[in-house]
């Protein structure tokens, strides 16, 4: 898979660069899925995601996919419900991507942790610009639920969340598949977070895995939850014994 790396200027953030992989035998001008990933030097190197998704495409389990690895650059600031990153990636980013390469429907967006915040903060801001939203561990902090008040961006991040709590209809038709693992202190606010979304009518599947809050165990659940998602087959069922809310 070839890589080019690329910086958008002038965003209401700065400059973001990141990273865009393509798989081999494809062209610019071919139009491909794309993902588009938070953290992506960190997924692709600590979670292995562009050679997972690179046996995928081989075994014919998904189709030649690009993937848009993003670079946080202060991940905090950015990725903390901030509106400007939103507007960054969603109204410069991603022109600047589509631009540069030829695509086929939506892009799906992921991200963990703040990432996984960032991705449904960016898509309910500006919905439909992806088609769909794959979150882990999502850290989305409640007050009175959550202990993290020392947390620098903790008002901005708890404010975004009630107001998605507060919702009284579907925001987004993008599918949005979480993940979350059992061993961490996220679990619960992502077990409210699924709860909401499916009782304001988004289409949202929800799965519980064994492991903590770590890459290693975010890149467990890439087989089969994310590689079903980009194959636009519906969602996963549950492996045996796990929880499915």
């Given amino acids: 898979m070839a890589r080019n790396r690329l910086t958008v200027t002038d965003t209401p953030v700065g400059d973001v660069d990141l990273v865009v992989v393509t798989p081999a035998g494809t062209r610019r001008r071919d ?3 794309l993902l588009v990933a938070h ?3 960190e997924y692709s190197r600590r979670a292995h995601l562009v050679s997972t998704l690179r046996e995928a495409m081989a075994s014919g389990r998904i189709p030649p996919t690009r993937v848009a690895l993003l670079e946080p650059g202060p991940r905090n ?3 903390s419900a901030n509106t400007d990153w939103a507007d960054s990636l ?3 980013v ?3 991507v589509h631009t540069a390469y030829a695509s086929s429907g939506r892009p799906t967006l992921m991200g963990a942790s703040l990432g996984g915040l960032a991705s449904l903060q960016a898509e309910w801001r500006h919905p439909g610009t992806f088609g769909s939203l794959f979150l882990q561990s999502g850290s989305f902090f409640r007050k009175r639920l959550d202990d993290e008040e020392d947390f620098e961006f903790w008002d901005r991040v708890t404010a975004f969340v009630t107001s998605v709590r507060r919702a009284r209809r579907r925001r987004t038709s993008a599918r949005i598949v979480m993940t979350c693992n059992t061993d961490e202190g996220n679990l619960t606010n992502n077990r409210q977070m699924a709860e909401v979304l499916a009782r304001t009518g988004h289409d949202v599947a929800f799965h519980e895995l064994p492991g903590r809050h770590d890459w290693r165990d975010w890149a467990a659940a890439f087989d089969p939850f994310l590689l079903t ?3 636009g087959s519906g969602h996963p069922k549950p ?3 796990e929880a499915h809310g």
């Fill in 94 to 96: 991603l022109p600047a």
């Fill in 229 to 231: 998602l980009l194959q």
């Fill in 239 to 241: 492996r045996p014994g």
């Fill in 77 to 79: 600031e950015r990725y």
């Fill in 31 to 33: 139009p491909l899925p």
């Fill in 90 to 92: 969603t109204l410069h």
């Fill in 39 to 41: 953290d992506g030097p």
